[in-house]
Nanobody
Framework: QVHLVESGGGLVQPRGSLRLSCTAS?????????RGWYRQAPGKSRELVAQIMYGDESYHSSVKGRFAISVDDAWNTMYLQMNDLRPEDTAVYYC?????????WGQGTLVTISS
């Protein structure tokens, strides 16, 4: 059984930083076709923030240069480093994995950017 668990969310002031983590059990990030982070702001649909798909990284245009996705295979953990945070980054952030044509999601972690 696959479980993805996010952590690291919280309240931070504008221009601050956070690092989100996603730990996995039941699968290995190194074997996944697609690994990524999505977010859903209040009243909005879920959107892709960053992903690694077949080894290539991509980012939503609004976070390019501020966010960075990475994976530590030794710890089987995926990260999202978020810098220069803005109020519009406020959302629930979800980690996502596609492996063997199956989609897996974490439960989400809330990130709030406010002064």
């Amino acid at each position: 059984q696959v479980h993805l668990v996010e952590s690291g969310g919280g309240l931070v002031q504008p221009r601050g930083s956070l690092r989100l983590s996603c730990t996995a059990s039941g699968l290995f990030f190194a074997e996944a076709n697609i690994r990524g982070w999505y977010r859903q702001a209040p009243g909005k649909s879920r959107e892709l923030v960053a992903q690694i798909m077949y080894g290539d990284e991509s980012y939503h245009s609004s976070v390019k240069g501020r966010f960075a996705i990475s994976v530590d295979d030794a710890w089987n953990t995926m990260y999202l480093q978020m810098n220069d945070l803005r109020p519009e980054d406020t959302a629930v952030y979800y980690c996502y994995v596609n492996q063997a044509r199956e989609d897996y999601w974490g439960q989400g972690t809330l990130v709030t950017i406010s002064s």
